[in-house]
């Protein structure tokens, strides 16, 4: 009797276990992803499938792996979060061994009570119909089974395959052996992609043709998206203030570092939408520098901190430099002046029809004359020496996002960032040395114009001094120093 019931708790609590009571309630909708899935099978060519594979889990050493994140097209489509599934959208409805109607179907990893004591829920078969909305939905187990004759379609689309994907040898339906079974579905080449060039394909596999589909979907992003989005921006526009607030000489780039991602996981941002960038001084003209070891930042640096929350599995990507002693010095204030005004310049052609080309043009324009009337460069620099980069990009679930890279359109939402970074020993008088601005802001691009979202983040020389005298609820958070006793 007593067995029983430890029986009887254990499977109750068990099949409790896949709901996923706890996530969030403003994930996107199963019906967000399911119009996606509509939208792409209007795009798709007759008689073809697009078939998509769960990012695999990667391994960063012996039994620890990294924290698993989906891939975004696999999120997009269908909301699902866990690794080891495939999904295949289908142009035209086929008929299953019992005469069902489909024109899509999910394999997902199943429920298994031991692996999720250790490691978390899992929806499986059900909880992916009932909570996802699929009508078609199976145990990943099941795939073997699955007797498509891949060879009747004109086009099988997918992505090409990553030699990075591990076999779990536990495990006889991971992605690694969903991945080989597909293979042996569609004759695959066996010696995958690097010898894709010389080998001739089955002439129905398509390796090309999503991008450009996938491209136009997320480039335009729906209201639902455009709210996450925000939600994003505002956090993470909160981090650069609380920053602000609290900045002094003598702190650490990560010090800096977690007070922006704990502002982050105050409301509930779940992830990083990119390792968080925070230069001090010289490490600021590093473009993506993530070391963050700087242990004292001196008085008289600048810091530059390009950080995004991720939210609902969509990011901001936000950057601000400010003077670490609360007041730009008069170098440091010039440049930062001549980014603005390129940033500003940018943002006056910011509307539909704007190409992304013209957007940089805009900017590389005010960034060279600058230069060289402060006598920094001493022609107009055709190489962009101090100014490296591109100016714009998408944002949405990936940091730079899928969309199109011609003209701006309604419903995109974009970065415009201009820089200006001068390593030391450049060939210009040594005041400048080390000083390296980045400016970066999200906009949506409306009807005729556009919404600067991170408006949250003071960005002017004026607002940035003025919100660097604010208090700070760290002001007086001070911890004993290591080896010393209280
Ligand atoms: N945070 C990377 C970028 O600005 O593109
Ligand atoms: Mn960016
Ligand atoms: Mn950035």
């Not at 599934?85 to 109607?101: H, P």
Request: proline share 5%.
């Amino acid at each position: 009797m007593k067995n029983l019931l430890v029986v009887a708790l254990i499977v109750f609590g068990y099949s409790t276990f896949g709901q996923n009571s706890d996530l969030p309630a403003d994930f996107l909708s199963k019906d967000f992803h399911k119009n996606r899935r509509e939208k792409l099978r209007e795009k798709l060519p007759p008689n073809s499938v697009a078939v998509f594979f769960a990012n695999p889990v990667r391994n960063r050493a012996n039994d620890v792996d990294y924290v698993y994140h989906q891939d975004p097209d696999f999120f997009y489509l269908t909301g699902y979060r866990e690794p080891n599934a495939v999904l295949f959208i289908f142009k035209e409805n086929q008929t299953a061994a019992n005469g069902t109607q489909y024109n899509e179907i999910i394999f997902v990893q199943p429920r298994n009570e031991m692996r999720e004591m250790w490691t978390g829920r899992r929806l499986g078969d059900k909880g992916v119909k009932d909570i996802l909305g699929f009508n078609q939905a199976f145990n990943n187990t099941d795939f073997k089974k699955y007797n498509v004759n891949f060879t009747k379609f004109d086009k099988v689309l997918f992505y090409d395959f990553f030699n990075d994907v591990r076999n779990d040898e536990r495990d006889s339906a991971d992605l690694f052996d969903l991945q080989a079974q597909f293979k042996a579905k569609v004759n695959f080449p066996e010696k995958g992609a690097t010898t894709l060039a010389v080998e001739p394909l089955k002439n129905n596999i398509d390796l090309k043709g999503l991008e450009s589909l996938m491209d136009d979907l997320r480039g335009i992003k729906t209201q639902e998206e455009i709210e996450l989005v925000k939600r994003a921006v505002q956090i993470s526009c909160a981090g650069q203030l609380e920053v602000m607030k609290a900045m002094k000489p003598g702190m650490s780039e990560r010090e800096v570092q977690g007070i922006h991602e704990f502002v982050f996981k105050k409301y509930q941002a779940e992830d990083l939408g990119y390792p968080s960038i925070v230069g001090a001084g010289h490490n600021g003209c590093i473009l993506h520098y993530i070391d963050n070891y700087k242990p004292n930042i001196s008085n008289k640096e600048l810091i530059l901190m390009d950080l995004g929350a991720e939210y609902r599995g969509y990011t901001a990507d936000i950057t601000r430099t400010i003077p670490v002693n609360g007041k730009f010095s008069p170098e440091q204030k010039q440049i930062y002046e001549l980014v603005l005004k390129a940033q500003e310049e940018a943002m006056k052609i910011c509307k539909p029809g704007t190409t992304f080309r013209d957007l940089t043009a805009a900017t590389r324009r005010i960034v060279n004359q600058g230069l060289f009337e402060l006598g920094i460069i001493k022609a107009v620099d055709e190489r962009n020496l101090y100014y490296p980069h591109g100016c714009c990009h998408h944002i949405g679930l990936d940091v730079h996002d899928k969309g199109t890279y011609d003209k701006l359109q309604e419903g995109m939402i974009i970065t415009i960032e201009p820089g200006i970074y001068i390593p030391e020993e450049s060939k210009c008088d040594k005041k400048w040395w080390g000083i390296a601005v980045r400016i970066e802001d999200d906009y949506l691009i409306t009807k005729d114009g556009y919404e600067h979202l991170s408006v949250g983040a003071p960005r002017t020389v004026k607002d940035i001094e003025a919100a660097m005298k604010l208090p700070s609820p760290l002001d007086s958070f001070v911890l004993p120093e290591f080896g010393k006793k209280n």
